[in-house]
């Protein structure tokens, strides 16, 4: 592509100054001078071809800012820092952050204080136990087994039928009048369209997507991370915010 970039600027200059040879009775021009600078073109292309373009930049950052970070939480209130993960417990990336890198968040930054985890719900259209299975959570929540109803959803997120949540929920010996009677109802549904709006407001698209920034009264002023990334992009934006934070 480079090569093609340069013949073409060379095509250009020489076409220039061939024109002008062409002309070189009316500019004064013999035909040895058009030679010579000839030659000089093709020791600028020479060059040109020789250099490497730098390269780019990294990509910035797309920052957001949220100020309700209402939700269910575990970690310090006070920790400097906080994540907010949009989730949906029917999809399979929200799961692979679950299951193979939240444990290692938990175990370096929220078991020591340093972050605050906050999950919000973004059940998305296409998937049609999403939504029930928001409300089966919040559900249990009721019955303080938010975290648990939570985690067996989302490991099961490829099979979350109306009995796999009622099985869920009996495994957790939760009592089945009062969490069916929530689980069939509209209730928390005010709350869950809250969190998708607060979602949509800062570009949340898909999940999971995340919010990670400073914590402070006024709310979280961070960045977004988008989909199930690996432990180590998120310990290199935590490690750095710390860094700042010093």
């Known amino acids: 592509?480079?090569?093609?970039?340069?013949?073409?600027?060379?095509?250009?200059?020489?076409?220039l100054l061939l024109g002008a040879c062409g002309n070189a009775k009316a500019q004064g021009v013999t035909a040895q001078q058009a030679e010579e600078m000839l030659k000089e073109l093709r020791a600028i292309r020479q060059a040109l071809e020789r250099v490497t373009p730098?390269?780019?930049g990294p990509a910035k950052d797309q920052t957001a800012k949220l100020t309700n970070l209402g939700g269910y939480?575990?970690?310090?209130?006070?920790?400097?820092?906080?994540?907010?993960?949009?989730t949906d417990l029917q999809c399979q990336f929200c799961n692979r952050f679950s299951t193979q890198v939240f444990a290692q968040i938990k175990s370096a930054y929220?078991?020591?204080?340093?972050?605050?985890?906050?999950?919000?719900?973004?059940?998305l259209d296409f998937h049609a136990f999403a939504l029930p299975a928001a409300r089966a959570a919040r559900c249990a929540g009721e019955q303080n087994r938010f975290w648990e109803m939570r985690d067996a959803l989302v490991r099961g997120y490829n099979q979350l039928s109306p009995a796999f949540v009622t099985s869920a929920a009996q495994n957790l010996k939760l009592d089945m009048t009062s969490f069916d009677a929530c689980a069939t109802s509209t209730k928390f549904d005010a709350a869950i369209m809250q969190d998708m709006n607060e979602g949509r407001a800062v570009n949340v698209e898909g999940t999971p997507t995340f919010v990670l920034g400073r914590t402070a009264p006024q709310g979280l002023d961070g960045i977004l991370i988008v989909g199930?990334?690996?432990f180590a992009a998120f310990d290199a934006k935590i490690k750095e915010m710390l860094a700042q934070q010093q």
Not at 1 to 14: D, L, N, T
Not at 110 to 123: E, H, L, M, N
């Open 1 to 15: 592509m480079r090569s093609v970039r340069f013949a073409s600027v060379w095509m250009v200059i020489a076409g």
């Open 54 to 56: 730098p390269a780019p």
């Open 73 to 86: 939480a575990i970690g310090r209130a006070d920790a400097p820092l906080t994540l907010v993960e949009f």
């Open 110 to 123: 929220i078991d020591t204080g340093k972050v605050r985890f906050v999950t919000r719900d973004f059940p």
């Open 228 to 230: 199930a990334q690996p």
